[in-house]
């Protein structure tokens, strides 16, 4: 009797091993366990770190608030350029570090259209929908010219957007003359901040938006197939009748588009703009977002899903730091080592130990209890 | 028997020396180089013709050369290092805290440099080469942990008073037969700083590894495919630690030059070197993709970039955003040039 | 040549502005920056045309070592005089014995930096200590009972950062009353002060002060307190305090909206006109450190003059 | 370890997620002689050729090398080399980026230093000798792939061993190369160097080996001395079948084809391309199987590429049913119903981390278009079809091509061309790299093919292949066109002399 029981648990002990086994392989495993690690640490150090309270705003709305809905308002941008960036990073390989540039100047073409001639209008000069679709082209064209020099001129990517990373700042202060354009009306800022009743902040609303209309284009086209194709044997895809340089070019200007919205979202948070720090150093999280959603950075095979996790990840660890209250200029350095932490754990070889590990524990530990 | 011709006669191309794709580039580089630097001299005037402008050009320099070689050799390699910059500004504020603070010498100092750089080189690459993960996330952490720690080591900025690092800083090499007048009608010698002596040393050095020695080859046969070089019996993993703890011991010593250079410790330090460093190794033909690169051009690669930037300084431009409009501009040319060039040996080739 | 006959002879120059133009090289931080830096940019160019004398090249940086080297460029194409508003501190003495060498004099505006007087000829500059502790001693008039802080610091290092933050760091080391509730650099950053203070709202801790170094981060600051339903402004629960007199900042103040803005003067262009033409004619300035005139608002006593005066 | 004996390879077992590679395979080479390592596509020779150099580490089993006491580990190629055992990897393993000369020289000679002038001169004796047409300063990529297979066989012989592995050396070379190969390799086996031998063409092995191992599964079926082992019983042993008689194979009568007059599916009049072929004309009818042939490097696949378009056409005028069409780009010859099976399999075929099934789908999911794409239980369906259909050995439809072996990624990419349904299909080397049975079921699905009305255009280096599957063949000399044979022309010497010029 015993020793069967202790088999049909050995066994069990293996299917749960090979269960972990596979989990621990799969992608998405490590913005996930990192996620868990974030919100295990701060269940343990504070747990009201996850409280959430419906108060009033200023306005007399009713809104939420809490550090999660902290973490899920301001990490909005950072999904959004994500979804961009994955796709930029599949097809070509490489990473586009001009986002945060391109976001002032879709920034500063959006206030300008909403402005006018005058900086400080009293009235938009223009309906917010028409200075988003300005924005959208604008952004799309800068994306385009990103593309064409990756597609067409077989410049590398991270090269190819230095130009903008270097030009962007100064293009946006041009747009606007150096004028700090400030808009006066309210309903500009619904969505950087509450569309007045819903106790939501509207970014979470735009980024679950693009989350589902990328889900929809990845399920309802090739777009994923193709970027993937193309990153991985841009040969072999030419021979299938892909034309590489032309979804290159495709995921540049997606990724423009993502960054129009995220520009959107940033002046509307203020309704003004900062051109040298506005969305200062998101290519870098935008980036690590990719990294840390487990996707190769030298491109081919990507999980959407796996990004956006890596971006609230990101946001989850910037805001729990913050709350921690470290030192800030010594905050890059705790940032640093709980990346590294995540990628080490993250390592296939890491991973692989791991597992083996648990293997070999696991019949150890059934024994124990068994006897 | 006809079967039995000879190799040669069987293919023309054979004979043709080809121009590697490393050595077209490096050829690109230092043409437009040339092209620009005589553009400007003749449209420019004044400033270019001086020879000091030059040596202004390799003292402001010397530290960005360093760490771009480094840069090219983990380039080279198949990856790359986006913490120089940062670790830079962490060597200068460690050197400047034990001179000024913790009664060190020029020589603690310069060991603490190597050391600092090394430390990162060694950590980055155990990571990259043996646990395999990405070197981009690696350097960017690296990249964090450097800044963080600059701050903590000190968070002001200041200059360093220390007198035997102060005499060599301000120690100079004058260039004979290269001094101009000054408005006071007195000769003021062109000089080039220590810095650029080491600069010097480490292109030379460092194209010599990368030309002649097996470890340099190493480099780029796993930049050119890691696999195949694994199968051809090079340890990939060594090749590529060293290739980090390379750049990690340059971007040592070419903190200690940006340090001699600055004489102060800041955490603002060498901002955004990572980036010029990237850009300069690829304007002087190192691919990202790894495999192609050569020190030579790299070392053209800063001297472009930044006669790319006096140039646009010099050329009186009225408003501030045109800076950086034109300085974009400028090296989208240089980038198309090289594309264009590239592209069209390789349709020759075919 | 003529540049030194020209500047022996100064009466000549000074009587004849048009014929022998001045050659000046202006080392300026981005006008992008900041609402600050783009008056203080207009202003320079506007003093410095040809009409008044000049022919004036500008460099634009905000990092120290391509102002140094911008600084070498001018020193080879031989301008008159190089005007700089550097970007850090440190590391500009041997660029500066570079310039004496060459026989270029040098004025430093808006920001000092940390080299021997001997090397420069005059520096106009505001004086952030002051502006710090005027502020803070402000604050300290407004008699709280405690004094808990939310501290956001511009980017660490600069001469503004420096200065706004010892005097606010001496007083809490003085005093009991007055608490930190956090101290954490922006950056100059709108967003990542209202992530800061959205921080300390979600972690529930008390606070009654917000100390902004410059009125970008306090607006970052307020909209998170907006959010948050926290009223603050003038006899609210939340004191709020910036720097640099935006128009737009005024303007909150004069709302009662924030409680107290620091000036940072940006005009200092007229002064330094002033001291070269001092020098063309051979007098040396009156002073060689010109510290800028600056005020500090308090919202209950601006008024819509002051916003139209004072605001940049 | 026994007398004789160089290497012993002990109860060696190989695991990789899904798949038993190797299980409790044993191994011996004896001093001076050449084993053959027979099996099918797939059944683990290449993974124990690379657990034997290190490349990957055994699950189980033991290693003995001769003159090394006890079991050894070896836990790289460099530690293999080390050791003695130089090795030609089945997927040509060189750096693209550097020269000919260091290809062949790099990792494996003493001192730190790289005597340029010493690698490119000696590089230039060993290519000479072996007839390679590559200069040592060449980079490599710009060799073909059979220079570069010839490369790493030059780097690999020349190398101190004692220890030779081939891993399907042959598969992208002519006759000529191959025989200067098999001398070389007695040369070497004179010398007491023992010598593994992976080959799917029997003749070859039979021609020049002592012992054969045959693997089945990743089991080891048993070892034979060649003369107790007929080709019919290896076959046998190897598929654990009989084999389908080859004479089954019967082309088409070729004389309906002579002078036809009706419209050709395809035909192309001077067509250039910017590969730098001659001129040239080329029509194919319906139902026909023809091909091209040639010595290695005469232009036969810059012919077809630029059929597909896969190089840019810069000249001559293609017609398509007759009426006038311009194929700028592969998919423009995808839509008119051309399909092309590319030579580099590694380099234009696969698309390394996609899973099998994906890769079948492709090109059918591109000519479908972007935006519509095959749900994944249509997708799960025309995959598992064809994995039946021919053969395929792999864990699931989704595990990544790359992991499979390498006959098996040529099936696959086979599979997405026939699934494709296309008009005229181009195979160029179709059968490279597959085992025996396979390719007689190839031979037999190409005929049966063009017997439904399909034309086909059919590359092999196997003049035998050509000749018993082709009705007309084109052969080219020094990219030019230089001939076409058909009916009774079509004989083996008749062949060789075209190719060879002689009138
Ligand atoms: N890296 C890998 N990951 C997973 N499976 C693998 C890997 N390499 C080989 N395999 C599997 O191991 C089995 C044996 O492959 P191997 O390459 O040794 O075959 P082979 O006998 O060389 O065949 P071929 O004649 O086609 O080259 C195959 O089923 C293959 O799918
Ligand atoms: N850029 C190039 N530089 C040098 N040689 C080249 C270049 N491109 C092609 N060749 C040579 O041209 C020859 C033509 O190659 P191709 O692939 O057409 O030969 P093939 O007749 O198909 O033979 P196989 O497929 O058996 O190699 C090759 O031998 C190759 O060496
Ligand atoms: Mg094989
Ligand atoms: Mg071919």
Same mark, same amino acid.
């Given at each position: 009797?015993?020793?069967?029981?202790?088999?049909?648990?050995?066994?069990?002990?293996?299917?749960?091993?090979?269960?972990?086994?596979?989990?621990?392989?799969?992608?998405?495993?490590?913005?996930?366990?990192?996620?868990?690690?974030?919100?295990?640490?701060?269940?343990?150090?504070?747990?009201?770190?996850?409280?959430?309270?419906?108060?009033?705003?200023?306005?007399?709305?009713?809104?939420?608030?809490?550090?999660?809905?902290? &973490?899920?308002?301001?990490?909005?941008? %950072?999904?959004?350029?994500?979804?961009?960036?994955?796709?930029?990073?599949?097809?070509?390989?490489?990473?586009?570090?001009?986002?945060?540039?391109?976001?002032?100047?879709?920034?500063?073409?959006?206030?300008?259209?909403?402005?006018?001639?005058?900086?400080?209008?009293?009235?938009?000069?223009?309906?917010?929908?028409?200075?988003?679709?300005?924005?959208?082209?604008?952004?799309?064209?800068?994306?385009?010219?990103?593309?064409?020099?990756?597609?067409?001129?077989?410049?590398?990517?991270?090269?190819?957007?230095?130009?903008?990373?270097?030009?962007?700042?100064?293009?946006?202060?041009?747009?606007?003359?150096?004028?700090?354009?400030?808009?006066?009306?309210?309903?500009?800022?619904?969505?950087?901040?509450?569309?007045?009743?819903?106790? &939501?902040?509207?970014?979470?609303?735009?980024?679950?938006?693009?989350?589902?209309?990328?889900? %929809?284009? @990845?399920?309802?086209?090739?777009?994923?197939?193709?970027?993937?194709?193309?990153?991985?044997?841009?040969?072999?895809?030419?021979?299938?009748?892909?034309?590489?340089? @032309?979804?290159?070019?495709?995921?540049?200007?997606?990724?423009?588009?993502?960054?129009?919205?995220?520009?959107?979202?940033?002046?509307?948070?203020?309704?003004?703009?900062?051109?040298?720090? &506005?969305?200062?150093? &998101?290519?870098?999280?935008?980036?690590?977002?990719?990294?840390?959603?487990?996707?190769?950075?030298?491109?081919?095979?990507?999980?959407?899903?796996?990004?956006?996790?890596?971006?609230?990840?990101?946001?989850?660890?910037?805001?729990? %730091?913050?709350?921690?209250?470290?030192?800030?200029?010594?905050?890059?350095?705790?940032?640093?080592?709980?990346?590294?932490?995540?990628?080490?754990?993250?390592?296939?070889?890491?991973?692989?130990?791991?597992?083996?590990?648990?293997?070999?524990?696991?019949?150890?530990?059934?024994?124990?209890?068994?006897? | 028997?006809?079967?039995?011709?000879?190799?040669?006669?069987? #293919?023309?191309? $054979?004979?043709?020396?080809?121009?590697?794709?490393?050595?077209?580039?490096?050829?690109?580089?230092?043409?437009?180089?040339?092209?620009?630097?005589?553009?400007?001299?003749?449209?420019?005037?004044?400033?270019?013709?001086?020879?000091?402008?030059?040596?202004?050009?390799?003292?402001?320099?010397?530290?960005?050369?360093?760490?771009?070689?480094?840069?090219?050799?983990?380039?080279?390699?198949?990856?790359?290092?986006?913490?120089?910059?940062?670790?830079?500004?962490?060597?200068? $504020?460690?050197?400047?805290?034990?001179?000024?603070?913790?009664?060190?010498?020029?020589?603690?100092?310069?060991?603490?440099?190597?050391?600092?750089?090394?430390?990162?080189?060694?950590?980055?690459?155990?990571?990259?080469?043996?646990?395999?993960?990405?070197?981009?996330?690696?350097?960017?952490?690296?990249?964090?942990?450097?800044?963080?720690?600059?701050?903590?080591? #000190?968070?002001?900025?200041?200059?360093?008073?220390?007198?035997?690092?102060?005499?060599?800083?301000?120690?100079?090499?004058?260039?004979?037969?290269?001094?101009?007048?000054?408005?006071?009608?007195?000769?003021?010698?062109?000089?080039?700083?220590?810095?650029?002596?080491?600069?010097?040393?480490?292109?030379?050095?460092?194209?010599?590894?990368?030309?002649?020695?097996?470890?340099?080859? #190493?480099?780029?046969?796993?930049?050119? #495919?890691?696999?195949?070089?694994?199968?051809?019996?090079?340890?990939?993993?060594?090749?590529?630690?060293?290739?980090?703890?390379?750049?990690?011991?340059?971007?040592?010593?070419?903190?200690?030059?940006?340090?001699?250079?600055?004489?102060?410790?800041?955490?603002?330090?060498?901002?955004?070197?990572?980036?010029?460093?990237?850009?300069?190794?690829?304007?002087?033909?190192?691919?990202?993709?790894?495999?192609?690169?050569?020190?030579?051009?790299?070392?053209?690669?800063?001297?472009?970039?930044?006669?790319?930037?006096?140039?646009?300084?010099?050329?009186?431009?009225?408003?501030?955003?045109?800076?950086?409009?034109?300085?974009?501009?400028?090296?989208?040319?240089?980038?198309?040039?090289?594309?264009?060039?590239?592209?069209?040996?390789?349709?020759?080739?075919? | 040549?003529?540049?030194?006959?020209?500047?022996?002879?100064?009466?000549?120059?000074?009587?004849?502005?048009?014929?022998?133009?001045?050659?000046?090289?202006?080392?300026?931080?981005?006008?992008?920056?900041?609402?600050?830096?783009?008056?203080?940019?207009?202003?320079?160019?506007?003093?410095?045309?040809?009409?008044?004398?000049?022919?004036?090249?500008?460099?634009?940086?905000?990092?120290?070592?391509?102002? +140094?080297?911008?600084?070498?460029?001018?020193?080879?194409?031989?301008?008159?005089?190089?005007?700089?508003?550097?970007?850090?501190?440190?590391?500009?003495?041997?660029?500066?014995?570079?310039?004496?060498?060459?026989?270029?004099?040098?004025?430093?505006?808006?920001?000092? +930096?940390?080299?021997?007087?001997?090397?420069?000829?005059?520096?106009?500059?505001?004086?952030?200590?002051?502006?710090? *502790?005027?502020?803070?001693?402000?604050?300290?008039?407004?008699?709280?009972?405690?004094?808990?802080?939310?501290?956001?610091?511009?980017?660490?290092?600069?001469?503004?950062?420096?200065?706004?933050?010892?005097?606010?760091?001496?007083?809490?080391?003085?005093?009991?009353?007055?608490?930190?509730?956090?101290?954490?650099?922006?950056?100059?950053?709108?967003?990542?002060?209202?992530? +800061?203070?959205?921080?300390?709202?979600?972690?529930?801790?008390?606070?009654?002060?917000?100390?902004?170094?410059?009125?970008?981060?306090?607006?970052?600051?307020?909209?998170?307190?907006?959010?948050?339903?926290?009223?603050?402004?003038?006899?609210?629960?939340?004191?709020?305090?910036?720097?640099?007199?935006?128009?737009?900042?005024?303007?909150?103040?004069?709302?009662?909206?924030?409680?107290?803005?620091?000036?940072?003067?940006?005009?200092?262009?007229?002064?330094?006109?002033?001291?070269?033409?001092?020098?063309?004619?051979?007098?040396?300035?009156?002073?060689?450190?010109?510290?800028?005139?600056?005020?500090?608002?308090?919202?209950?006593?601006?008024?819509?003059?002051?916003?139209? *005066?004072?605001? +940049? | 370890?026994?007398?004789?004996?160089?290497?012993?390879?002990?109860?060696?077992?190989?695991?990789?997620?899904?798949?038993?590679?190797?299980?409790?395979?044993?191994?011996?080479?004896?001093?001076?002689?050449?084993?053959?390592? =027979?099996?099918?596509?797939?059944?683990?020779?290449?993974?124990?050729?690379?657990?034997?150099?290190?490349?990957?580490?055994?699950?189980?089993?033991?290693?003995?090398?001769?003159?090394?006491?006890?079991?050894?580990?070896?836990?790289?190629?460099? !530690?293999?080399?080390?050791?003695?055992?130089?090795?030609?990897?089945?997927?040509?393993?060189?750096?693209?980026?550097?020269?000919?000369?260091?290809?062949?020289?790099?990792?494996?000679?003493?001192?730190?230093?790289?005597?340029?002038?010493?690698?490119?001169?000696?590089?230039?004796?060993?290519?000479?000798?072996?007839?390679?047409?590559?200069?040592?300063?060449?980079?490599?990529?710009?060799?073909?792939?059979?220079?570069?297979? =010839?490369?790493?066989?030059?780097?690999?012989?020349?190398?101190?061993?004692?220890?030779?592995?081939?891993?399907?050396?042959?598969?992208?070379?002519?006759?000529?190369?191959?025989?200067?190969?098999?001398?070389? =390799?007695?040369?070497?086996?004179?010398?007491?160097?023992?010598?593994?031998?992976?080959?799917?063409?029997?003749?070859?092995?039979?021609?020049?080996? !002592?012992?054969?191992?045959?693997?089945?599964?990743?089991?080891?079926?048993?070892?034979?001395?060649?003369?107790?082992?007929?080709?019919?019983?290896?076959?046998?042993?190897?598929?654990?079948?009989?084999?389908?008689?080859?004479?089954?194979?019967?082309?088409?009568?070729?004389?309906?084809?002579?002078?036809?007059?009706?419209?050709?599916?395809?035909?192309?009049?001077?067509?250039?391309?910017?590969?730098?072929?001659?001129?040239?004309?080329?029509?194919?009818?319906?139902?026909?199987?023809?091909?091209?042939?040639?010595?290695?490097?005469?232009?036969?696949?810059?012919?077809?590429?630029?059929?597909?378009?896969?190089?840019?056409?810069?000249?001559?005028?293609?017609?398509?049913?007759?009426?006038?069409?311009?194929?700028?780009?592969?998919?423009?010859?995808?839509?008119?119903?051309?399909?092309?099976?590319?030579?580099?399999?590694?380099?234009?075929?696969?698309?390394?981390?996609?899973?099998?099934?994906?890769?079948?789908?492709?090109?059918?999911?591109?000519?479908?278009?972007?935006?519509?794409?095959?749900?994944?239980?249509?997708?799960?369906?025309?995959?598992?079809?064809?994995?039946?259909?021919?053969?395929?050995?792999?864990?699931?439809?989704?595990?990544?091509?790359?992991?499979?072996?390498?006959?098996?990624?040529?099936?696959?990419?086979?599979?997405?061309?026939?699934?494709?349904?296309?008009?005229?299909?181009?195979?160029?080397?179709?059968?490279?790299?597959?085992?025996?049975?396979?390719?007689?079921?190839?031979?037999?699905?190409?005929?049966?093919?063009?017997?439904?009305?399909?034309?086909?255009?059919?590359?092999?280096?196997?003049?035998?292949?050509?000749?018993?599957?082709?009705?007309?063949?084109?052969? =080219?000399?020094?990219?030019?066109?230089?001939?076409?044979?058909?009916?009774?022309?079509?004989?083996?010497?008749?062949?060789?002399?075209?190719?060879?010029?002689?009138?």
């Amino acid at each position: 009797m015993a020793s069967f029981k202790s088999a049909s648990q050995e066994s069990a002990a293996k299917r749960i091993g090979s269960f972990l086994a596979k989990l621990v392989k799969h992608q998405i495993f490590i913005p996930i366990a990192a996620l868990l690690i974030l919100v295990i640490f701060n269940l343990i150090a504070d747990p009201s770190f996850f409280a959430i309270s419906l108060d009033q705003n200023s306005l007399g709305n009713p809104v939420f608030s809490g550090y999660l809905i902290t &973490i899920l308002d301001n990490a909005s941008e %950072l999904v959004i350029l994500a979804i961009g960036m994955t796709l930029v990073t599949a097809a070509s390989g490489g990473q586009d570090i001009s986002v945060g540039s391109a976001i002032a100047i879709s920034g500063s073409v959006m206030l300008r259209v909403l402005c006018g001639t005058n900086s400080r209008p009293e009235v938009l000069q223009a309906p917010i929908i028409v200075a988003f679709l300005v924005c959208c082209v604008v952004a799309m064209l800068f994306g385009a010219f990103n593309g064409t020099l990756v597609a067409i001129f077989k410049i590398q990517p991270m090269v190819a957007t230095l130009i903008l990373f270097t030009a962007g700042r100064s293009v946006a202060a041009w747009i606007n003359k150096n004028e700090l354009p400030i808009i006066s009306d309210a309903s500009f800022g619904y969505y950087g901040n509450f569309i007045p009743g819903i106790p &939501i902040p509207t970014p979470i609303f735009i980024a679950v938006a693009c989350m589902i209309l990328i889900a %929809l284009v @990845l399920k309802f086209t090739n777009l994923g197939l193709y970027t993937q194709s193309v990153g991985i044997n841009a040969n072999s895809s030419r021979l299938n009748g892909i034309d590489p340089a @032309l979804i290159k070019f495709i995921t540049f200007v997606i990724l423009g588009l993502c960054v129009a919205v995220a520009g959107f979202i940033k002046v509307s948070r203020f309704s003004t703009i900062n051109y040298s720090v &506005i969305a200062k150093d &998101i290519e870098m999280d935008a980036i690590l977002a990719v990294a840390l959603g487990g996707n190769a950075l030298n491109g081919g095979k990507f999980n959407m899903g796996a990004s956006i996790l890596g971006a609230y990840v990101i946001q989850f660890l910037t805001t729990t %730091l913050y709350k921690f209250n470290v030192v800030s200029s010594a905050l890059p350095a705790y940032k640093a080592v709980v990346v590294i932490i995540l990628v080490v754990l993250s390592a296939p070889i890491v991973r692989d130990k791991i597992t083996e590990t648990w293997k070999k524990l696991a019949p150890v530990k059934i024994a124990k209890e068994a006897s | 028997m006809l079967l039995q011709k000879s190799a040669k006669e069987r #293919n023309p191309l $054979m004979n043709r020396h080809s121009i590697s794709d490393t050595n077209i580039l490096l050829y690109i580089t230092f043409a437009v180089f040339v092209v620009m630097y005589a553009a400007a001299i003749i449209f420019l005037g004044s400033g270019f013709l001086k020879p000091q402008t030059f040596f202004s050009i390799l003292n402001e320099n010397a530290a960005l050369i360093i760490l771009s070689c480094g840069m090219s050799i983990v380039m080279i390699s198949g990856g790359i290092d986006i913490s120089v910059g940062a670790v830079t500004a962490l060597v200068c $504020m460690s050197c400047a805290v034990n001179l000024d603070f913790n009664g060190g010498s020029v020589l603690t100092a310069i060991l603490l440099a190597l050391f600092v750089g090394l430390m990162f080189g060694l950590v980055q690459g155990f990571l990259v080469a043996y646990l395999e993960v990405q070197p981009f996330i690696v350097t960017l952490a690296g990249m964090f942990f450097a800044k963080g720690m600059t701050t903590i080591v #000190n968070s002001t900025q200041f200059n360093v008073v220390h007198e035997g690092f102060q005499k060599l800083k301000s120690t100079r090499i004058n260039i004979p037969g290269m001094g101009s007048y000054n408005k006071l009608g007195i000769v003021v010698p062109a000089y080039v700083e220590i810095g650029v002596i080491v600069a010097i040393i480490t292109v030379v050095v460092l194209f010599m590894v990368l030309r002649w020695t097996k470890l340099g080859r #190493n480099f780029y046969a796993v930049g050119g #495919n890691s696999q195949s070089a694994n199968m051809l019996g090079i340890n990939v993993k060594r090749t590529k630690f060293l290739a980090h703890i390379l750049c990690g011991l340059l971007a040592g010593i070419g903190g200690f030059v940006y340090f001699l250079h600055v004489g102060s410790g800041s955490p603002s330090h060498a901002s955004g070197a990572e980036m010029n460093a990237i850009a300069s190794s690829i304007i002087g033909g190192t691919m990202l993709t790894g495999g192609v690169g050569n020190i030579i051009g790299t070392f053209f690669g800063v001297l472009s970039l930044s006669t790319i930037k006096n140039i646009v300084s010099s050329l009186g431009l009225d408003e501030a955003w045109w800076t950086n409009i034109t300085v974009a501009a400028m090296i989208c040319l240089f980038l198309l040039i090289q594309s264009v060039v590239l592209s069209r040996k390789n349709k020759n080739k075919l | 040549k003529a540049a030194p006959e020209a500047s022996k002879d100064a009466t000549a120059a000074s009587v004849e502005p048009a014929a022998e133009l001045i050659k000046v090289g202006i080392i300026n931080n981005d006008p992008n920056e900041s609402g600050y830096r783009t008056a203080n940019d207009k202003d320079m160019k506007a003093t410095f045309t040809k009409e008044s004398g000049y022919e004036a090249s500008f460099a634009y940086s905000l990092k120290n070592d391509e102002q +140094i080297a911008a600084a070498q460029k001018f020193i080879q194409d031989e301008v008159d005089y190089l005007l700089i508003s550097a970007a850090g501190t440190s590391g500009w003495d041997s660029v500066l014995k570079d310039a004496q060498a060459a026989g270029i004099r040098v004025i430093l505006f808006d920001r000092t +930096i940390d080299a021997d007087e001997s090397l420069y000829e005059a520096s106009i500059v505001s004086d952030m200590a002051l502006e710090g *502790k005027t502020a803070v001693d402000w604050l300290a008039s407004q008699n709280l009972e405690t004094y808990n802080v939310i501290h956001i610091q511009g980017v660490m290092g600069s001469s503004a950062q420096i200065g706004r933050t010892g005097a606010l760091d001496e007083m809490v080391a003085a005093n009991d009353k007055w608490k930190l509730v956090t101290q954490q650099t922006a950056e100059w950053n709108a967003e990542t002060a209202q992530q +800061i203070v959205q921080a300390v709202i979600d972690s529930g801790k008390e606070f009654n002060v917000i100390y902004a170094e410059n009125d970008d981060m306090a607006k970052g600051a307020v909209a998170a307190l907006d959010k948050a339903n926290i009223s603050h402004g003038v006899g609210k629960d939340v004191i709020v305090i910036g720097f640099d007199c935006n128009k737009w900042a005024l303007e909150e103040l004069l709302a009662g909206n924030w409680n107290y803005d620091g000036q940072c003067n940006p005009f200092q262009a007229a002064y330094i006109d002033t001291i070269i033409k001092d020098l063309e004619k051979g007098t040396a300035p009156a002073k060689k450190v010109v510290i800028m005139q600056e005020k500090g608002f308090d919202a209950s006593t601006i008024t819509q003059e002051d916003v139209d *005066k004072y605001g +940049i | 370890m026994q007398d004789g004996a160089i290497l012993e390879m002990r109860g060696i077992s190989k695991y990789f997620p899904g798949v038993r590679a190797l299980h409790d395979v044993d191994f011996t080479l004896h001093e001076g002689e050449i084993h053959a390592l =027979m099996g099918e596509n797939g059944a683990g020779k290449s993974t124990l050729i690379k657990v034997l150099t290190g490349v990957y580490s055994k699950d189980a089993g033991q290693i003995c090398i001769k003159g090394s006491s006890g079991s050894v580990s070896i836990r790289s190629p460099e !530690d293999a080399q080390k050791i003695g055992i130089s090795t030609v990897y089945q997927e040509i393993t060189l750096c693209p980026n550097l020269t000919v000369a260091e290809n062949m020289y790099i990792g494996r000679t003493k001192g730190s230093l790289t005597h340029w002038k010493k690698i490119n001169t000696e590089a230039g004796k060993l290519l000479d000798s072996l007839g390679i047409p590559a200069s040592p300063t060449m980079q490599l990529s710009s060799c073909s792939i059979a220079v570069q297979q =010839m490369v790493a066989i030059a780097r690999a012989v020349d190398m101190e061993c004692k220890v030779l592995i081939l891993d399907e050396p042959t598969s992208s070379l002519d006759d000529q190369e191959v025989s200067k190969l098999f001398r070389l =390799m007695l040369d070497l086996k004179a010398k007491g160097v023992g010598i593994i031998f992976v080959t799917h063409f029997l003749d070859q092995v039979y021609e020049v080996c !002592d012992r054969i191992t045959v693997l089945r599964d990743g089991k080891l079926v048993g070892e034979y001395v060649i003369g107790d082992l007929p080709k019919v019983q290896l076959v046998s042993k190897m598929l654990g079948k009989e084999l389908d008689d080859l004479s089954g194979i019967q082309k088409n009568a070729d004389e309906i084809y002579v002078g036809r007059t009706e419209v050709p599916v395809f035909e192309a009049i001077q067509l250039k391309s910017s590969a730098n072929i001659k001129p040239f004309d080329f029509a194919i009818y319906r139902g026909e199987v023809n091909g091209f042939t040639g010595l290695l490097g005469s232009g036969r696949s810059e012919c077809v590429r630029a059929i597909f378009g896969a190089d840019k056409t810069t000249g001559g005028t293609i017609r398509i049913d007759g009426k006038k069409a311009r194929i700028s780009k592969p998919l423009d010859a995808m839509k008119h119903g051309i399909s092309y099976l590319p030579e580099d399999r590694k380099r234009d075929g696969i698309v390394g981390d996609l899973s099998v099934r994906e890769n079948i789908i492709l090109a059918l999911q591109v000519m479908k278009g972007f935006f519509r794409p095959f749900s994944r239980a249509q997708a799960e369906a025309f995959a598992d079809e064809y994995i039946k259909l021919l053969d395929i050995k792999t864990a699931s439809s989704d595990t990544p091509i790359k992991s499979l072996s390498g006959g098996n990624q040529q099936k696959v990419i086979l599979a997405r061309w026939l699934l494709s349904n296309p008009v005229y299909l181009i195979l160029d080397e179709p059968t490279r790299g597959i085992d025996i049975g396979t390719k007689v079921e190839i031979q037999k699905l190409v005929l049966k093919l063009a017997a439904e009305g399909k034309s086909i255009t059919f590359i092999s280096s196997e003049i035998d292949e050509m000749y018993r599957t082709c009705s007309r063949l084109i052969v =080219m000399r020094d990219r030019r066109v230089v001939g076409e044979l058909r009916g009774e022309d079509l004989t083996q010497n008749k062949i060789m002399a075209t190719i060879a010029g002689g009138d």
